[in-house]
């Protein structure tokens, strides 16, 4: 089978306006090439311990680009034109100045090709090997041997091919958020689940009850087939859904991992769920939207 591999090099400030072009049209799934996140992950806590270290990748020759896939046939030559026409549309606003005179998206040049889809499935997986994301958790992708030490709390995990891994810094900050606020029996929501990561780490945190929820129906099933690779998850509960529209539940715990563009749709509906005492937990958030999400907040 063939795959058509669309490529939009940008810069590093330039790929989360780039994501959320790829989201206005209906693409959440995305591969991302960000030099910073393979610095963290070579930083902590250390190549040597994590990584085969012949296979770290150069990071002086990575450049910042956002990598989508489709399936060579119609509806992904379509689906790639689509890609193209966002960022046209994404490099003209940024001409415009939309993003702030100083802003620098970078090139914002749009490639495809088409591949063998074999290549696709096994060769990312060579470099995804067991990283610490916080203070005690660890994600483990199921194809590795790891040995856990008594203070880990080790996620499973197959993200399948077109999902993050984890590894992410705001999926870091995410993490380490509920570390601060999880003391065990709380309801949480997880908006934007992806490949649920932050689902299980609830779970495992001592959560009583989590409910995560996704736009995309494969990020549900790929979020379930992970869930059921880790045992005793029996208090988690998947499903579809746009943000948390529709959801009449209370929490203790919101978390959501997505884009600021995103966040501020969020705002209204989670502080109509929190609790008294409760928490909102946003990640995603680039410095330029700072500001924006920071008033969604206080209005809602």
């Known amino acids: 089978m063939k795959y058509i591999e669309v ?3 940008t810069s590093k400030s330039g790929i989360d306006p780039v994501l959320a072009a790829l989201m206005n049209i209906g693409i959440n799934d995305a591969m991302i090439d960000d030099p910073d996140e393979i610095l963290a992950m070579i930083a902590s806590p250390g190549p040597s311990e994590w990584y085969d270290e012949s296979q770290i990748p150069d990071v002086s020759m990575i450049e910042p680009a956002v990598t989508v896939f489709f399936a060579d046939d119609e509806e992904g030559r379509s689906k790639s034109n689509d890609v193209r026409k966002a960022i046209e549309e994404l490099a003209k606003s940024a001409a415009e100045g939309r993003y702030g ?3 620098d998206l970078g090139e914002l040049s749009v490639s495809a090709k088409v591949e063998d889809d074999v290549l696709w499935r096994d060769k990312w997986k060579e470099y995804f090997k067991p990283t610490k994301l916080s203070n005690n958790i660890v994600v483990k992708p199921t194809w590795c041997e790891y040995e856990p030490s008594e203070e880990d709390i080790v996620i499973e995990i197959d993200p399948g091919m077109a999902f993050g891994t984890g590894t992410h810094p705001t999926t870091r900050m995410s993490l380490f958020a509920l570390e601060q606020v999880l003391r065990g029996g709380e309801t949480v929501l997880d908006v934007g689940t992806g490949t649920g990561v932050l689902t299980i780490a609830s779970s495992l945190l001592g959560a009583k009850e989590i409910f995560a929820y996704d736009l995309d129906d494969v990020a549900v099933r790929v979020a379930q087939e992970n869930i059921e690779l880790n045992p005793g998850m029996e208090n988690i509960h998947v499903a579809p859904g746009d943000l948390l ?5 209370e929490a203790d715990v919101i978390v959501a991992n997505i884009l600021a563009d995103i966040l501020i749709h969020l705002t209204d509906d989670a502080y109509r769920l929190v609790k008294d005492e409760g928490y909102l937990i ?9 500001d924006m999400v920071c008033e969604s ?3 809602a």
């Open 7 to 9: 490529k939009i090099k």
């Open 101 to 103: 005179a100083e802003a």
């Open 245 to 249: 529209k529709g959801v009449e539940i």
């Open 282 to 290: 946003m990640s995603g958030i680039i410095k330029d939207k700072w």
């Open 297 to 299: 907040a206080e209005l």
